[in-house]
């Protein structure tokens, strides 16, 4: 049961990270309280929308540079999911046929357990991060998420404007 409990905490101040990461040092005390998966995902998607179309930008600058190593996009909906499927796991079995007596709850659990450590796992054995441009870097991040550019033509943007930057230095 602990294993489902240490799970939950690993999910929720994985999604509060994010939120810090958006916010820097302007997190309000309303979120500083924030802890279930859901009211954390909500509150990820009010303060930033794009969010995922962000960090699946950010993945395409990483890739731009050459770097071997790529940010992985969370599965907000898989980790709030799994998030509300551990609380089975929380409280004494009150019924021990149904539950610790029955293998498939604990097959059940093994799987949870397994999914949510894979998937955190993933994200957290990369770079996180949130991204911070400047307004040309804004002004192409708003042309590729309305598909007016590709993902092609923003690596290669940037690799311009990476080779602009070092033959000024």
Same mark, same amino acid.
């Given at each position: ?90 409280? $004494?079995? =009150? /019924?021990? &046929?149904? #539950? ?7 097959? +059940? %659990?093994?799987?949870?357990?397994? *999914? ?26 708003? $042309?590729? =998420? /309305?598909? &007016?550019? #590709? ?7 940037? +690799? %311009?404007?990476?080779?602009?930057? *070092?033959?000024?230095?």
């Amino acid at each position: 049961m602990y294993a489902a409990l240490e799970l939950r905490c690993c999910i929720e101040r994985t999604l509060f990270e994010y939120l810090v990461l958006m916010k820097r040092s302007d997190l309000p005390g309303t979120m500083e309280k924030l802890y279930r998966a859901k009211d954390l995902k909500k509150t990820i998607l009010e303060e930033d929308p794009d969010f995922l179309k962000k960090v699946e930008f950010m993945n395409l600058l990483i890739a731009a540079t050459g770097a071997p190593v790529r940010m992985v996009i969370p599965d907000l909906d898989r980790l709030g999911s799994l998030y509300g499927q551990l609380n089975d796991y929380l409280h $004494a079995p =009150k /019924r021990p &046929e149904e #539950t610790a007596e029955n293998d498939k709850w604990w097959t +059940r %659990l093994r799987t949870l357990v397994s *999914d949510g450590v894979e998937h955190l796992k993933a994200i957290l054995s990369q770079p996180v991060g949130y991204i911070d441009l400047n307004e040309s870097g804004w002004a192409s991040f708003g $042309a590729w =998420k /309305r598909g &007016e550019k #590709t993902d092609a033509e923003i690596m290669e943007d940037f +690799r %311009l404007l990476l080779k602009l930057q *070092d033959n000024r230095g």
